[in-house]
């Protein structure tokens, strides 16, 4: 009974790992994004002050 217990707890453990990985891996994508969507609407703002 204390070894699926273990077993058990051990499991969520990588589960929560893996999800926090992936979450970090998405946060760089994320910000270059947004980063590239920003200075498009920059260079949008600029193009029209011309």
Do not use: C, H, P
Request: aromatic share 4%; hydrophobic share 50%.
């Amino acid at each position: 009974m204390r070894g699926k217990r273990a077993q058990s707890i051990l499991e969520y453990a990588m589960i929560v790992a893996v999800v926090a990985a992936a979450l970090a891996a998405m946060n760089t994508y994320l910000k270059r994004s947004i980063q590239a969507n920003l200075k498009n609407l920059e260079d949008q703002i600029n193009q029209r002050r011309i």
